[in-house]
């Protein structure tokens, strides 16, 4: 709205746009229950289909000798054609007077149950599609179930192939007995049942001649009906930060801290803090491109604010406001879950948890409930198999930040990864108490020291990954800041600082060049000890960050206690990393970098 | 928040995500509507600046004023510019304005290889040099692994079942039977080494959307989009040989988002001038399966 100058043409079109309410709809059901039909029905009969489609899939058909159906309308892809199950969720867009939907459509079939998950928790709504011939099938309890967990409010269930029942009343209303008994279960209260016949179009767009029992609304009409989904303003402000940038080459000297809100609403002067660091500042300034100065962004956009204080926070955090409800933050989380993976998820294997922005290390300590959403039943079992829905107890291996489902539900979702795949997802319903210190610590030492990863302030890595790189580099010459930098992802101011004071202290010089650098030929890289250069960084080296202390601890004796393996480990520590010199790590990268193609990161 | 504000807080949030999680990532900038309005988002999500390498497949046979366009913009924004392009088959007139390919053949070969080899590494890159402001051949060759693309889900069948985040291996090829999950704004962002990534944040956009925007941010885009007084113009934008212009009478960004709303491209797809996606039943999604965008 920035130009005021348009004429009225311009200014209705617009005002068009700010009225009009976008929605979107998920299609799920058991394979063949007709969900394809039921879309390519509603484009048809709405003239929402380009001009030509029709006729063009229609001959298609003709020329394959093969019936037409409104699903291949749809299912546009060759092979899925071949296999006539839709894979994949495809969209549709559809307009109605009120809205401008995107519809999706979600495969019935089991193999694909993490297609069908990513179009339903995009969905503010679902149409669930139940042949009434066949009847209620595992995947019309699974895919109900699932749409509840990922947070559709709205089911309205079509009970389709009415013709092939004579269109007999008894028929479906022993389907939507049985159906509401099992949403009832799970606590949803359908807003819609209605008998359809996709195939005719029978109570889709139009009304149904043949089923005048029916006094119902129609599919077109029911989705008009629908709510959508507010934006959760009126909630604790939560954004966690995706990234901090700073564009100094382009002479731009803003450090903005940017995300997505998540809920609530952020000003220019609200003191926030970060978790799990806990760090506070104040916002300075709401920073957009080509946008009028803003004093505050609700949830839902994407932004970025500038700070009073340059404090060091990164991607993984959690900004909150003080005096609004704070997050949780621990390391013991007891969670529900639907499992996607391959392989079955087990107990004691390491996974990685994504939530919000944050990445960390999990164990799953304790499966304490399986259930079979396809029938409610469940059981105690060792292993959660595919397409499964748990209850379990997690570990993360640092603390995470969070929200609990029943109080703040966007920020307590989150998504296993393993082997470089979303395997599942799951909500957190409860922090406990993680007792590690005492009874698990052993447990806990190997899992922390099993994979050889010690946490290293952001400097000291940046300290050792320059001289490293400058190492690696040294045949090629070459190794300027610019391309240090890039290289290893280092924000330039830092690695200028960073690079001045290794030159300062005799370990860094100037190739003739003036603009690349090079290791001094004082010492050879096997007299290098890892622990000399995070020595001219930081005074002294300890293997634990505060959050060691900060977290899970209670008394004076649990202090005292954790005081001592603290130190124990930094004199420990000191010892190996003094141990360890420049030509170890370079015969270690060598040697992974040949085995696997993976780079090695320190 | 309106239809406008949502598309675009997603798309800046996907840009954000793959510029923080991946590695040598590039975008393509085909100078179309499509991908200028992705690089105008790209700019939006890093408060004015783009941090990330603007690639762009010279086929030569591009309409001249597209070149212009490019450069004139690539300076004015100061982008990080490289082009690529198949000089062996240009060389050896292996093309369908030389009469010697078909349409589709010709694409694969100055499009679909050229692409793959300009994102590999292995043939040569244009970077431009803001000094001079001239091309320069790249030094970096590295692969780009993660590549940023305008395609919609409205353009055609294939499109629509495509992920924010897909994976192709290492030959390019893209298993639409088993995509990753995305849901709740998480996406896979995390790669086995020779993987290689598409992200596509306009996937949620339409045409008529694109141009909303396009009036609402006041984007330049190239002129060949509005009738020049002969009652033609381009709704789409390709090689000149072979996209054919539409008859209309829009002269501005105004008269089209009308024309598209109420006129009669109402239900006509936007890509019904692009004469190779009609050689064969398949044809986009033929190419796409082997890379192309």
Redesign the interface.
Same mark, same amino acid.
């Given at each position: 709205?920035?130009?005021t100058k348009n004429?009225n043409? @311009?200014n209705n079109?617009h005002n068009e746009?700010?009225d009009?309410e976008?929605m979107n709809i998920v299609i799920v059901g058991h394979v063949d229950h007709g969900k394809s039909t039921v879309i390519g029905r509603l484009l048809a009969d709405t003239?929402s289909?380009?001009?030509g489609?029709l006729e063009q899939v229609k001959e @298609?058909c003709r020329r394959n000798s093969k019936p037409f159906e409104y699903a291949f309308l749809?299912d546009?892809?060759?092979?899925?054609q071949a296999q006539g199950i839709t894979?994949?969720?495809?969209?549709?867009?559809f307009k109605t007077k009120k809205r401008?939907y995107?519809i999706i459509d979600a495969p019935g079939h089991i193999e694909f149950l993490?297609?069908m998950?990513?179009g339903?928790?995009?969905a503010e709504a679902a149409l669930l599609v139940i042949d009434a011939h066949e009847g209620i099938q595992e995947n019309s309890r699974r895919h109900g179930y699932m749409v509840s967990m990922?947070g559709v409010k709205q089911v309205a269930v079509l009970v389709n192939k009415m013709d092939l029942v004579n269109f007999d009343k008894k028929v479906y209303d022993d389907v939507i007995r049985e159906y509401s008994e099992f949403l009832n279960k799970i606590n949803v209260t359908p807003v819609f049942f209605i008998p359809i016949s996709a195939v005719l179009g029978d109570n889709i767009a139009e009304r149904s001649q043949k089923m005048h029992w029916y006094k119902g609304t129609t599919v077109l009409e029911a989705l008009d009906q629908l709510e959508n989904a507010k934006?959760s303003d009126d909630k604790p402000f939560r954004m966690p930060v995706?990234?901090v940038?700073k564009?100094t080459k382009?002479k731009?000297n803003?450090r903005?801290v940017?995300?997505?809100v998540e809920t609530g609403v952020l000003k220019v002067g609200d003191e926030v803090v970060f978790y799990p660091s806990g760090k506070k500042t104040r916002v300075k300034s709401i920073?957009?491109?080509?946008k009028e100065k803003q004093e505050e962004v609700?949830a839902?956009?994407?932004t970025?604010f500038t700070t009073t204080e340059q404090i060091y926070t990164r991607?993984g955090e959690i900004a909150t406001i003080r005096g609004e409800q704070k997050p949780k933050v621990g390391t013991l989380i007891n969670v529900k879950l639907f499992w996607?993976g391959k392989k079955p998820m087990e107990t004691n294997k390491k996974y990685?948890l994504?939530i919000g922005?944050a990445k960390a290390e999990v164990v799953v300590t304790e499966i304490t409930n399986v259930l079979d959403a396809s029938n409610l039943s469940s059981e105690k079992k060792e292993t959660v198999n595919r397409n499964d829905v748990a209850e379990c107890i997690m570990k993360s291996l640092k603390p995470i930040a969070f929200d609990l489902s029943n109080e703040l539900i966007e920020t307590s979702?989150f998504?296993v990864?393993d082997?470089?795949?979303?395997v599942g997802?799951g909500i957190i319903v409860e922090a406990l108490e993680d007792d590690y210190i005492t009874s698990q610590l052993e447990d806990h030492l190997r899992l922390f020291m099993g994979n050889y990863k010690i946490d290293i302030s952001r400097k000291g890595s940046f300290g050792l990954r320059v001289i490293f790189d400058i190492a690696v580099h040294a045949d090629d010459g070459l190794a300027t800041l610019e391309q240090i930098a890039s290289r290893q992802?280092i924000p330039e101011t830092l690695l200028d600082e960073i690079i001045s004071s290794f030159i300062k202290d005799g370990l860094l010089e100037q190739h003739d060049d003036q603009i690349s650098f090079k290791l001094s030929k004082l010492k050879s890289y096997d007299e290098i000890s890892m622990g000399s250069i995070l020595h001219l960084i930081h005074e002294k080296i300890r293997v634990v960050n505060d959050n060691f202390v900060e977290y899970g601890l209670n008394t004076m004796v649990e202090d005292c206690l954790a005081m001592n393996i603290a130190n124990a480990f930094n004199e420990k520590l000191n010892e190996v990393i003094e141990a360890i010199s420049l030509q170890d790590l370079i015969a270690r990268y060598d040697e992974v970098k040949s085995n696997?193609?993976?780079m090695y990161f320190i | 928040?309106?239809?406008?504000?949502?598309l675009?807080?997603?798309s800046?949030?996907i840009l954000?995500?793959a510029?923080?999680q991946l590695?040598n990532i590039c975008m393509l900038w085909s100078i179309g509507k499509d991908s200028t309005v992705l690089l105008w988002l790209a700019?939006?999500?890093?408060?004015?600046?783009v941090?990330i390498p603007l690639v762009h497949i010279d086929t030569n046979y591009k309409i001249p004023e597209m070149i212009e366009y490019r450069d004139k913009f690539a300076l004015k924004w100061?982008l990080d510019m490289i082009y690529g392009q198949n000089t062996e088959a240009l060389n050896k007139k292996q093309t369908f304005p030389d009469g010697n390919i078909s349409r589709i053949d010709c694409c694969k070969k100055l499009k679909t290889e050229a692409l793959r080899n300009t994102l590999s590494g292995a043939w040569p890159r244009y970077r431009i040099n803001h000094q001079t402001g001239r091309y320069e051949v790249d030094s970096n060759t590295e692969p780009y692994t993660g590549v940023i693309v305008g395609v919609r889900?409205?353009e055609?069948?294939?499109r629509?079942?495509e992920?924010y985040f897909s994976p192709r291996d290492k030959n390019n090829d893209w298993d639409?039977?088993d995509?990753?999950?995305?849901?709740?704004?998480?996406y896979?962002t995390?790669?086995?080494?020779?993987?290689h990534i598409r992200i596509h944040p306009l996937?949620?956009w339409?045409e008529l959307d694109i141009w909303?925007y396009i009036?609402?941010?006041?984007i330049p885009v190239v002129s060949l989009y509005f009738d020049q007084g002969n009652g033609k113009r381009y709704r789409s934008l390709g090689c000149a040989p072979c996209t054919g212009t539409v008859e209309s009478t829009a002269k501005n960004v105004?008269e089209i988002?009308?024309e598209l709303?109420t006129g009669k491209f109402v239900?006509?797809?936007e890509r019904s001038g692009r004469a190779q996606d009609k050689e064969d039943?398949?044809g986009l999604?033929e190419l796409r399966k082997d890379g192309y965008m």
């Open positions: 709205m920035q130009d004429n043409v @311009n079109i746009n700010i009009k976008d003239g289909l380009p001009d489609k @298609n749809l546009a892809l060759k092979d899925e894979i994949d969720s495809a969209r549709c867009f401008d995107i993490k297609n998950i990513s339903a928790a995009r990922l934006l995706q990234d940038y564009f382009d731009d803003r903005i940017a995300g997505t920073e957009a491109f080509n609700s839902g956009t994407a970025g991607r996607l990685y994504k922005t979702r998504v990864i082997d470089y795949e979303i997802g992802n696997s193609g993976t | 928040m309106d239809h406008l504000d949502r675009e807080n997603k800046v949030h954000r995500e510029y923080s590695k700019r939006k999500a890093f408060f004015g600046h941090p100061r889900a409205d055609e069948g294939s629509s079942k992920r639409v039977g995509q990753p999950p995305e849901f709740w704004n998480q896979k995390d790669f086995a080494p020779g993987t996937l949620d339409t909303e009036k609402r941010e006041n105004d988002v009308e709303k239900n006509i797809a039943g398949g999604e």
